[in-house]
């Protein structure tokens, strides 16, 4: 008699894109993906770190990351479902590290593709 399987996997793939952030010439990302107690990850990265963008020169002032999240976890329980947390951080005349902004959201609870579109909170 066979058992059956006594957990489920979640894997998720996606990119943090672009930003539009009004006087922040630069800026970068840091991001996390924070889980339940039961989620083991299995496969991937569960946090980085963008490279640094540069606001183009276009009327949008947009600045573009383009860069890659792709992980796998495995859990017994929806409980402690993964969320994506985002840090975003520019950089001033000085070469410090400045706050923009901040997020969180959770990972697609169905499979297909989702698209994202949301709003940080600035920074202090």
């Known amino acids: ?14 990119q943090v894109e672009s930003a539009e952030i009004p006087y922040c010439q630069n ?10 107690e039961d989620w083991q990850i299995l496969d ?5 770190i963008t490279q640094v963008a540069r606001q183009s020169s276009g009327p949008s002032r947009v600045l573009v990351w383009n ?5 796998t976890y495995r859990s017994t ?9 985002i840090s975003v951080y520019g950089v001033d005349a000085l ?7 901040y997020g969180s959201i ?8 989702s698209v994202a579109d949301w709003c940080i909170s600035a920074g202090a």
Request: with cysteine; net charge negative; proline share 7%.
């Open 1 to 14: 008699m066979d058992a059956a399987p006594r957990f489920f996997t979640l894997m998720a793939t996606g």
């Open 27 to 36: 800026a970068y990302c840091k991001y996390e993906i924070v889980a339940g």
């Open 44 to 48: 991937g990265m569960d946090n980085g």
């Open 67 to 71: 860069f890659p999240l792709d992980v």
């Open 77 to 85: 329980n929806a409980y402690g479902w993964p969320q994506l947390v």
């Open 95 to 101: 070469g410090r590290d400045v706050i923009q902004g």
């Open 106 to 113: 959770h990972l697609p609870t169905c499979a297909g593709r």
